[in-house]
């Protein structure tokens, strides 16, 4: 029961968040402050986190493709099309749950303890508005963050490639090249903006229902990074089916 | 003024508030005492439309806050300051920006007008030049005064605060007791304070409300608790054997 009770006070939610909107000189800062905390703070670890991994990915494929039959081109088309598809908004997804859904749910839920969203209420301002809906704004620019994970995974896997001597350079952009089909860039956006709205709402939701005292805003944020999670998971195979299948 | 008639409010079949009963006049400070868990906050938070009630009515200068728009009920918040047990702070925000919010919200100012009403307010609650000042950086008195500076930068007809010293050593205490009394006679504001000090009580008390178990067990004031025969009032206040004495030397002198 309280699985479905916690759906329903989600949609209350993101309902209550366009009710009674903020003004918007107060809002424009609150944006501009979310946008540096949840995607320009980011930009670090993501960029290092997909250099490597795309090196890592290149590795493997080139391992598992030592037959004379394969041309190698294929590692590069290989490359790309996992790091399109999966590795940049599913992986990269899951990265942020950990990094900003986090950080959404204990700053929130921090707020919650100290009383300082009753103070935002007692003065008459929407807290969920107030709170939430500048960090859905900041997270539209997700996509961008994504697509600097894209482009430094390929560009990890090509240095992997030629430092590791598994291909040429020509090879490796060949396959890069190779059967590019564009909806797949398209596939990997639309899943992008919609884990962002789940990296932006489900820790938000899980900080500010949150109950107890410091214990508990450790655990909500356990709690968050799990469910964010789940739905990435859940929405990244609905959307795969829809799209792709 | 505000008027309470009948408020009752209960969680899960538990009742926590039985048909309370109070006016609060403005230009007096009124205080709410009563044990943990006698049900002040819920009152307050009833008041401040943190809680909605069961039964009852709460009339804010005769409007009945339950029979108003939303339009009607964001105008009535600007008119409410609120200090927090824990002053309630934005962490991110300096004390300026913090005592600017509640301006920003509510009002068409331009940033030098903001400036100039908070930097009055801040000298009012003797902080002057804290501005840029984290309220981490701020002691506990400090974070209290900026958050009465905060409850009356919109020049609000009615104060709440709920437990202002809790936590504060007794003189800086007395301070901000005499801080939110000075304050409710010259704005001429509703001040509701929840406490359990009894330094409070015996200073500002000039309405005082006992609470027990959720019900109105007594009222007064600074005066007439000395001479009360209230049990429950007695065992409260007089707990120590310090309020004792000094309630025997009041008794023997008048």
């Given amino acids: 029961m309280i699985f479905f009770h916690n759906i329903g006070l989600y949609f209350i939610m993101l309902k209550k968040m366009f009710y009674k909107p903020t003004k918007w000189s107060v809002m424009r800062q609150l944006i501009i402050k979310d946008t540096e905390d949840t995607v320009v703070n980011s930009l670090g670890i993501i960029s290092f986190v997909s250099f490597f991994i795309g090196g890592v990915i290149t590795i493997q494929m080139a391992l598992n493709m030592t037959g004379s039959l394969y041309p190698k081109y294929l590692i590069g088309f290989a490359t790309r099309e996992i790091i399109i598809l999966e590795f940049a908004p599913t992986i990269i997804s899951i990265i942020m749950a950990g990094k900003v859904g986090s950080f959404i749910t204990s700053s929130i839920g921090s707020m919650r303890v100290t009383e300082q969203i009753d103070a935002l209420e007692v003065m008459g301002v929407n807290s969920i508005n107030y709170l939430v809906f500048p960090k859905v704004i900041a997270m539209l620019l997700y996509p961008f963050l994504i697509s600097v994970a894209m482009f430094l995974g390929m560009l990890g896997g090509m240095a992997a490639c030629i430092y590791g001597g598994y291909s040429t350079v020509d090879n490796f952009i060949t396959g890069i090249q190779t059967e590019f089909i564009p909806f797949h860039m398209t596939y990997a956006f639309i899943k992008t903006f919609v884990f962002g709205l789940i990296i932006a709402t489900v820790p938000s939701f899980h900080g500010y229902y949150m109950k107890g005292g410091a214990l508990e805003v450790g655990k909500a944020s356990t709690t968050s990074f799990i469910w964010t999670c789940v739905c990435i998971i859940i929405l990244n195979y609905i959307l795969t089916q829809i799209l792709l299948g | ?254």
């Fill in chain 2, 1 to 254: 003024m505000i008027e309470i008639k009948n408020l009752q409010k209960s969680f899960d079949g538990i009742k926590v508030l039985s048909a309370i009963s109070a006016t609060f006049e403005r230009g007096k400070t009124s205080l709410v005492i009563g044990e943990s868990g006698s049900g002040k906050t819920v009152l307050l938070k009833c008041l401040l439309g943190l809680h909605n009630y069961d039964l009852g009515e709460i009339k804010f200068d005769g409007i009945n806050y339950k029979n108003i728009s939303d339009k009607e009920k964001m105008g009535l918040k600007s008119k409410i300051g609120t200090v927090f047990q824990g002053s309630a702070l934005f962490d991110s925000m300096n004390i300026e920006e913090n005592v600017m919010l509640p301006l920003k919200m509510f009002n068409n100012y331009s940033n030098d007008e903001m400036l100039d009403r908070v930097n009055q307010v801040l000298k009012r609650v003797n902080l002057e030049n804290t501005n840029k000042k984290m309220p981490s950086e701020a002691s506990g008195g400090m974070q209290k005064r900026v958050a009465i500076a905060r409850a009356i930068v919109n020049n609000p007809k009615f104060l709440f605060c709920d437990e202002p010293n809790s936590g504060l050593d007794p003189n800086t205490a007395i301070i901000i007791d005499n801080l939110i009394k000075e304050i409710t006679d010259e704005y001429k504001i509703v001040t509701i304070i929840n406490s359990h000090d009894m330094n409070s009580v015996m200073e500002i008390g000039e309405k005082i409300i006992f609470l027990k178990e959720g019900n109105k067990e007594w009222e007064g004031s600074k005066h007439t608790i000395f001479k009360t025969d209230n049990e429950s009032v007695t065992n409260f206040v007089y707990s120590s054997n310090l309020y004792k004495k000094v309630r025997e030397m009041y008794i023997k002198n008048s």
